[in-house]
């Protein structure tokens, strides 16, 4: 295992240590916010998700703060895991993240992939996207509730984040509804 940066100067810690597909680690960075991963012990990344990475955000991975740690990829060893990735067409970074997580399963699996979600979820794993780290950090003090609504009326702008204008409208609605904004 190699690993970057492990400074990190905010809040406690959580305990919590992630499992991270290519997309919320891209997707945060050209939201400018990578910054939330900091609060996680480790952020565990397979050697294909690496490879995408530097592809398309070569800078997010060296990111002061963030605990990033290579880990070799892998396939399944769980025959049901296995194919359940290939039944969803799933890539290469996202089986390896997913064998990854067989291996760290209380940790928490990042993707903004359905099919991948899907499979994490069928296997029991804690799943989390892009916008649900963004939530999240509301309401672990890493951020206030209105540059979280900034941040997610830029995604449509900023972001290679895909999702309808519709989902994106409704959950900034019950975010301002939330906090009585």
Not at 48 to 57: D, G, L, N, S, T
Not at 107 to 120: E, N
Request: aromatic residues 6%.
């Amino acid at each position: 295992m190699m690993m970057w940066n492990g400074a990190f100067t905010g809040m406690t810690k959580s305990e919590l240590k992630v499992v991270c597909d290519s997309g919320p680690i891209i997707h945060l960075d050209e939201l400018d916010c990578l910054r939330l991963l900091e609060e996680f012990q480790q952020v565990l990344i397979p050697d294909a998700v690496h490879k995408e990475i530097e592809r398309h955000r070569p800078l997010s991975l060296s990111k002061l703060g963030i605990n990033f740690i290579l880990s070799p990829g892998d396939v399944p060893k769980d025959p049901h895991l296995f194919t359940l990735c290939h039944l969803f067409a799933l890539d290469a970074g996202e089986i390896e993240a997913l064998s990854l997580m067989e291996r760290n399963s209380q940790a928490l699996f990042l993707t903004d992939d359905a099919s991948a979600r899907m499979v994490a979820e069928q296997m029991g794993f804690k799943v989390h996207g892009t916008i649900g780290i963004i939530i999240r950090s509301i309401r672990r003090g890493q951020t206030e509730v209105e540059e979280v609504l900034d941040i997610l009326q830029k995604i449509p702008s900023k972001s290679t984040l895909y999702m309808k204008a519709s989902l994106l409208d409704e959950i900034i609605q019950k975010i301002r509804q939330e906090f009585n904004l």
